[in-house]
């Protein structure tokens, strides 16, 4: 499970999205100390929300015990949805951010918002989360999101300039996203093996 979960929040966390997209002008508008904040904000909405939906979602599914088969076809399908949008991604604008980078604050809370890190959080919850043990898992998911995501989210703002320029080459771009959303997609596996084999284990 943790190898799976360690594959799912490097994919997730790696690939270009607006949270990296930010970092990329960020570091090369910025500089790497002056994102640090932005970093930290991001990781740490991220956990809010691992923290607030695991728990949330491992109540519900104790009254409704389909709910988790039910969350696995909606994350899914979102997921689906998403990793096309990786494979098919023209890369980031050209545009430099002006003005003051990104504080902690602001970072965390647009997570909220960010229909990708949504996806991502409930993908994970989803897949690697179980009713009889969801504080626990929330807590194992939130850890290997930290450390996974951090030196993941990092690469983008440390790497800003010579980034922006691999991105804008069009047949390593393309190459880059198809071979991240396979990978995306390939981290669902496991959680849907577990879940189509759970009747024939209770049987």
């Known amino acids: 499970m943790l190898v799976a979960l360690s594959l ?68 899914t399908a979102y997921l689906l949805w998403l990793a096309w949008r990786i494979a098919t991604s023209v890369g980031p604008d050209q545009a430099r951010a002006k003005g003051k980078p990104i504080g902690l604050i602001a970072a965390a ?13 409930i993908g994970a919850v989803a897949n690697f989360s179980r009713p009889e043990s969801a504080l626990r898992d929330a807590l194992t998911i939130s850890v290997v999101l930290i450390l996974v995501g951090i ?29 991240m959303a396979g990978l995306l997609l390939l981290s669902l596996v496991p959680g849907w093996w577990d879940l189509l084999m759970a009747p024939n284990a209770a049987a």
């Open 8 to 75: 799912f929040c490097l994919v997730s966390s790696i690939t270009p999205g607006p949270n990296n997209m930010m970092l990329l002008s960020s570091g090369a508008t910025f500089g790497l100390r002056r994102s640090i904040p932005h970093i930290i904000g991001i990781s740490s909405g991220c956990v809010l929300m691992v923290l607030v939906v695991g728990w949330g979602l491992g109540g519900l599914a104790r009254q409704l015990p389909q709910f988790y088969a039910v969350l696995h076809v909606a994350a």
């Open 109 to 121: 809370a647009f997570q909220w918002v960010n229909p990708k890190a949504w996806a991502m959080i």
């Open 151 to 179: 030196p993941s989210i990092t690469l983008w703002a440390a790497g800003g300039s010579f980034m922006r320029q691999f991105l804008d080459r069009p047949k390593l771009l393309r190459a880059f996203n198809w071979t």
